[in-house]
Nanobody, 115 residues
Framework: QVHLVESGGGLVQPGGSLRLSCTFSGSISSTVPITWYRQAPGKVRELVGGITGDGSTEYTDSVKGRFTISRDSAKNAVYLQMNNLKSEDTGVYYC?????????WGQGTQVTVSS
């Protein structure tokens, strides 16, 4: 079975930074493409960005220039570095493995941006 675990969330002031981690385990390649999503209360879960096995990344327009996704294949880990955080970045952040479909998620990690 494949498991996903998100961590690193917390409370941060506007303009601050935070780094989230996604670790995965199970019968899956260490270089499998990974995506990050976020969801605010009452809002639809939205795609933040993703990373391929060779390190290529993509981001939604609202986070371009502020967020960076990276990975450490030896550790089965993917990271989301978030800089210059804004209140609208608040939400629960999840990682996902697209090849397994949209029904497998970790517990998520809460990010709250507030002064």
């Amino acid at each position: 079975q494949v498991h996903l675990v998100e961590s690193g969330g917390g409370l941060v002031q506007p303009g601050g930074s935070l780094r989230l981690s996604c670790t995965f385990s199970g019968s899956i390649s260490s270089t499998v493409p990974i995506t990050w999503y976020r969801q605010a209360p009452g809002k639809v879960r939205e795609l933040v960005g993703g990373i391929t096995g060779d390190g290529s990344t993509e981001y939604t327009d609202s986070v371009k220039g502020r967020f960076t996704i990276s990975r450490d294949s030896a550790k089965n880990a993917v990271y989301l570095q978030m800089n210059n955080l804004k209140s609208e970045d608040t939400g629960v952040y999840y990682c996902n493995i697209p090849k397994l479909g949209d029904n497998i998620w970790g517990q998520g990690t809460q990010v709250t941006v507030s002064s």
